[in-house]
């Protein structure tokens, strides 16, 4: 065992605000982890940026460098790897895991998602909630599984839906709310732990994560 601070990874397509909560988060050392690294499958993701100016290592890994989807994963995992991480996280990073990544980092990768899963999955969540007339939809923080938005859930909040509310509009304040959780759940996980039994998850329990 060690001291250390507990090791992220995080996963971008594009701005990366919730990758610069967790960073500004972790000039804390209460929190207990830092951003080790920042890794794109966007050139230009202007989470990038961010990440250089505030002093993180980042890594481009584009798909379309790659003859196929299968060696794009494995460079994935392997340019993931070089960072030692405890914990990968996915934060509006835009491409589906496949089996090298999933097997690397099995049970250590967390993502999240515009809606209170199992509700509404996939990649129109906050459109869906609106057609579908709900009153209250949110995000929830899961871990990844092979399927879409279908890992155990880890936390969830809600988000009053308005009766005014366009999709820009309540999508913004769910970002509010997803931040935040994001934040929390990955600090509480790299503090104190974590269970898996089936789909039950608890936090606060050592179990999918050991102490190096």
């Known amino acids: 065992m060690t001291n250390r601070p507990a090791r ?16 500004q988060a972790a000039h804390d050392a209460s929190f207990g982890a830092t951003v080790a690294a920042v890794v794109s499958d966007t050139p230009d993701a202007g ?19 790659f003859p196929d989807r299968l060696t794009w994963d494995r460079a994935l995992a392997r340019t993931i790897g070089a960072f030692d991480p405890d914990l990968v996280v996915c934060a ?16 250590r990768i967390v993502n999240t998602h515009p809606a209170l899963l199992p ?15 709900v009153k209250v939809t949110g995000c929830t923080v899961m871990l990844v599984d092979e399927g879409v938005d279908t890992g155990p859930i880890l ?48 936090l ?9």
């Open 8 to 23: 992220l990874v995080v996963l971008i397509s594009g701005a990366g605000s919730i990758m610069a909560a967790l960073a």
């Open 47 to 65: 989470g990038l940026k961010v990440a250089a100016e505030a002093g993180i290592p980042t890594a481009v890994v584009a798909l379309a460098d």
């Open 92 to 107: 509006g990073f835009m491409k589906l895991l496949g089996e090298p990544m999933l097997a690397a980092y099995a049970g």
């Open 119 to 133: 509700a509404f999955p996939g990649a129109r969540a906050v459109e869906d909630a609106l057609a579908a007339g």
């Open 155 to 202: 936390a969830q909040s809600a988000v009053e839906v308005r009766d005014d509310d366009s999709c820009e509009s309540l999508h913004e304040r769910i970002k509010d709310v997803e931040r935040e959780l994001v934040v929390s759940t990955v600090g509480t996980m790299m503090r104190a732990g974590w269970s898996v039994n089936g789909r039950v998850t608890t």
């Open 204 to 212: 606060g329990q050592r179990g999918e994560r050991d102490e190096k």
